[in-house]
Each structure stands twice: as C-alpha cells, then as structure tokens.
C-alpha cells in the first residue's frame, strides 16, 4: 500500500509520496511512510499499538460523578459501584433532611450525562 501523505511538502519533493506505507499513521491521513511520520507535526502523530499475538485491545473507562444542590461535586471517579453508593447516601440524607444535603437535588452523571436525578422532596426519575 502507498503512502497516504498528499501534503505539498513531502518530505520527497512531490504532491504525493510515492513511497510504501509501513505501520506508522497519521491522524485524519492514515497510513504514511517512516520518513512523512517523521515529518508530520508531532500531535498529528498515532502511537504504534503492539500486542503479541494479537490486536491491541483499549478499555473503555466510563467516569462518574455525583452532583449535589448547594454542596457541589461530592464524587468523581470511574467507579460505577461507588458511585451509585455515594448517589443513594446523598438521596437518603436528602430525603431525611439531613446535613447540607436537606432537600437537594442529588444528580448521578456518566460521561457528562445524567443517568439518573433526584429532585429534592421527591422520588428517584
């Protein structure tokens, strides 16, 4: 396969390389020979992922955080557990009235999104 650099200032003096792709890729480009690797702004630049024997496998980390009303974040983390438990502590206190948490909403986000709300007074949505 070739170089997929189409960049005026190839490193080889044309509009395209002519040159074989190796392994090394290039955001938004792909698959580029070593010496437009080399050439391409460093934050252009993809790692080589290698794993033997096999693909390179990425975990997906969700992050978590618990809001609550006047009091603010009261986690953040990746731990769903944990943050469920700390979503239904601050529910409970809410609920009875205890603390600063008396009567506050308490909101569960994932990734920036609610997935779950509790509005102060009422029950879980």
Do not use: T, W
Not at 64 to 93: C, L, T
Request: proline share 6%.
């Amino acid at each position: 396969m070739r170089c997929n650099c189409e960049n005026l200032k190839c490193p080889h003096g044309e509009k395209a390389c002519r040159n074989e792709a190796g392994k090394k890729k290039v955001m938004y480009v792909g698959a580029v020979c070593d010496d437009c690797y080399k050439n391409m702004p460093p934050k252009y630049r993809l790692p080589e992922h290698r794993v033997p024997n096999g693909p390179h496998i990425r975990k997906i980390s969700r992050e978590y955080e618990v809001v609550v009303g006047n009091i603010g974040s009261v986690f953040a983390g990746s731990d769903p557990k944990k943050a469920v438990d700390v979503f239904k502590d601050y529910m409970k206190q809410s609920k009875e009235g205890y603390g600063l948490a008396d009567g506050e909403d308490v909101v569960l986000f994932e990734d920036g999104e609610i997935i779950v709300e509790y509005v102060g007074g009422s029950d879980p949505e």
